[in-house]
């Protein structure tokens, strides 16, 4: 599986963006899609993820409704829009999936198989 995630850039404080991720290859193995980030000098924490079916979505205690994930099943695409953001949402954005495990575990990004190359997010005030 081969993630490719896009649409980062630069914002000011209040404004949105809107993240894409595109998954390639052998995409039947993917069972939840998401989002990670890491800003500088911080560990990668969870942001978002879905199931590839779409039934359910997990978001990070700190994204407190500002940000919604969603996925077009038909072009392997998971998305992340972010809205009202913040200077502490500047990071970078990594796209990540697994296989079926434990629902317990998909906040832990170990648990994740697959990773995309990361965008960059910079919220300017």
């Known amino acids: 599986v081969q993630l490719q995630a896009s649409g980062g850039g630069l914002v000011q404080t209040g404004g949105s963006l809107r993240l894409s991720c595109a998954a390639s290859?052998?995409?039947?193995?993917?069972?939840?899609m998401g989002w990670f980030r890491q800003a500088p000098g911080k560990e990668r924490e969870f942001v978002a993820t879905?199931?590839?079916?779409?039934?359910?979505?997990y978001y990070g205690d700190f994204v407190k409704g500002r940000f919604t994930i969603s996925r077009d099943n038909a072009q392997n695409t998971v998305y992340l829009q972010m809205n009202s953001l913040k200077s502490e949402d500047t990071a970078v954005y990594y796209c990540?999936?697994?296989?079926?495990?434990?629902?317990?575990?998909?906040?832990?990004?170990?648990?994740?198989?697959?990773w995309g190359q990361g965008t960059l997010v910079t919220v300017s005030s």
């Open positions: 290859g052998r995409t039947t193995s993917i069972y939840v």
């Open positions: 990540a999936a697994r296989g079926p495990k434990g629902l317990s575990t998909i906040k832990m990004l170990r648990t994740y198989d697959y």
């Open positions: 879905i199931t590839w079916s779409g039934a359910n979505t």
